[in-house]
Structures are given as C-alpha cells and as structure tokens.
C-alpha cells in the first residue's frame, strides 16, 4: 500500500518516462526516425524502474514504415506508464516525418506529431496522515484531503522534430507537449516541454571486408550523445555501443548538466540475427538511492517486417540498434 499526503500529489513536477536503450525506441527518443528503416519496424520496450521501491513500470509498441507516396514515413506509438499503483498514464501518437535529399551525401528529415494522453489516479489506493493510527493501521477515512472531482484526464498535445544525417553520422533535436497541457488533479498543472537532441556516429574498425568472419560481421564502434531538458530537469547521456553482429555491447553513463550529480551507469547487451533483434539493459544506480532502488531492468524486442517493393531509392539512417 502506497502512504502518501496531499501535498505530494498537488506539488509533484511532472516529468515524462525515460529509457536507457534510446535506439530500440527510436520514435520516443526522436519521432524524426518514423521511416528510417523503411521497411516496416515493430518495436517493444519494459522497463522497471527502482523495482526495489515497485515505483515505474512502462511499456510501449510502435510501427513505423516509409511510403513513398507521402515522400516519408508514418509512425504509430502506444505507451503505459504506471507510476506507484495508483497513478498511470497511457499515450498514443500519430506521426509523421518528410525525409529530405539536401545533397548527394546529406538528408534530413522533418517530423510532426499529435498525441492523445490519459491520466489515471485511484484515489481509493492513497492513505493519508490522520488515516493511520499506531496500533491498527489503516482504520478510517480522511478528513484532510478532499477527492477531486475527476480522477481520470484526457488531453491532446503535440510535438516536432528534425534529424539531419549522412553515411556515417546523424544528430538530432525534438520537442515535444508543445502546448503544455494541464494534467493535475487538484492544483493547476501544466506538463513542461520536453526538449531534446542527440548526436553520435559509427565507426568501421576493419576495413578489409574481405577479411570478415562468416559468423561475426563487421565490428563497429558508435560513440553517442544525448542531452535532454524537461521543467528543472536538465540530464546528459553519453555512451558507447560495440556492433560485432550478431552480438551488440554498450554502456552509458547518465548525471546533470552540472556535472555533480551522477544518476546511473547503464549496461546494455544485445543480440541482432537477420530482421530480428533483442536487448537487456541494467541501470546501476550511483545516486544518493543506490542502496534501495534496485536500479531499472528494460527489455527490448524489434523485427523488421518484409518490405514493400520501393519506388526509388531512399537513404537510411545507420544509427544504433539499441
């Protein structure tokens, strides 16, 4: 059972989910990537968060494809978040991204999306203060918090995006609750824009193609960035991934803008075998929570569907898998 009071709920800062295997989720962590593959994508992630404290646990699934028709690609995104076991949130978005030929070497695509959230609160699962009594526990209902008039809000919101790349190298930027929706239940709330970017690019470590292993592919080392801004939450990611197909190994390290405050060291293993792929990932905490959080386990799948026969050809974006 939850025991919390009303002031948490009328003064929490809302903040939207974060994943640590930013590219198994790629419409979340820019929408600009609807299409990017192509051929049709099916990706699903859970995460959970501080399973210690049986705090966060999310999940989503999203399609995306390109059409040449629309000159880009079409991305359909689910989310659950459930927060504590009275709290949840579930989002759905529509989206859209115009892929760009700018040069012979360099594209950009543009992306817009509309999306469709739901908040949920149980009010009957909240213990407040004067509801406790020593020796017996729960034993009444409150008299100092007064329930809301709706426990259930529904709102639309929108976002945009832009991702500029080439054959080795791609950076991006997004933002999205562009209209700052209100989603408290007692006090006035507007959910704070979420900003943003990322860069990274990839590395052939052999040459000599020649000289690949029939089991191994190629070995290729991709160094990234990610820097993201949300209210007075301002976090910088940064990592490395090594693709030696079918195998995938990476590691990030998460912490504040101010560069004194370190939240977690991420560790990531992947397995990619023809169209499908799989990942693991553990947040180590290093915060001042550590000692009782449990970190954050997140499970990826993703498959690329058969593609469609393409009208022209159309650049890719070789980025990470996870």
């Known amino acids: 059972m939850m025991i919390t009071c009303l002031v948490c709920i009328s003064g929490l800062k809302a903040q939207d989910p974060h994943f640590s295997q930013f590219f198994a989720n790629p419409l979340y962590t820019n929408p600009a990537f609807a299409g990017s593959e192509i051929c049709p994508r099916l990706s699903l992630t859970y995460r959970d968060q501080w399973p210690s404290l049986d705090a966060f646990k999310t999940f989503s699934v999203s399609y995306d494809q390109y059409f040449d028709f629309l000159s880009g690609g079409v991305g359909l995104y ?35 999306q509309a999306n469709v959230t739901n908040n949920s609160l149980d009010w009957d699962k909240l213990v407040f203060g004067d509801m406790i009594d020593p020796r017996q526990g729960v034993i009444m209902t409150s008299t100092m918090a007064t329930r809301p008039d709706k426990t259930s809000k529904t709102y639309v919101d929108f976002g945009a995006a832009a991702l500029l790349y080439g054959e080795t190298w791609y950076a991006g930027f997004s933002a ?143 980025c990470p898998s996870f």
């Open 78 to 112: 689910f989310m659950s978040d459930k927060q504590s076991e009275f709290y949840r949130v579930n989002m759905a978005a529509l989206i859209y991204s115009l892929h760009l030929q700018l040069t012979q070497n360099i594209s950009l695509n543009l992306a817009a």
């Open 176 to 318: 999205v609750n562009l209209t700052r929706p209100k989603d408290g239940f007692i006090s006035y709330n507007r959910l704070p824009i979420k900003l943003t970017a990322n860069a990274g690019m990839r590395f052939n470590l052999r040459r000599d193609t020649r000289r690949t292993n029939a089991f191994f592919g190629q070995p290729v080392i991709s160094p990234n960035i990610i820097y993201q801004h949300q209210g007075e939450f301002n976090e910088l990611n940064y990592g490395m991934y090594l693709d030696w197909s079918p195998f995938v190994f990476g590691g990030w390290f998460r912490q504040s803008m101010s560069f004194d405050n370190a939240d977690a060291i991420v560790l990531l293993f992947g397995l990619q075998w023809g169209d499908y792929k799989i990942g693991y990932s553990y947040d180590i905490t290093v915060s001042s929570l550590s000692n009782v959080s449990g970190g954050a386990h997140e499970v990826t799948l993703s498959a690329k569907l058969p593609c469609p026969e393409k009208g022209k050809k159309i650049r890719t974006i070789k």
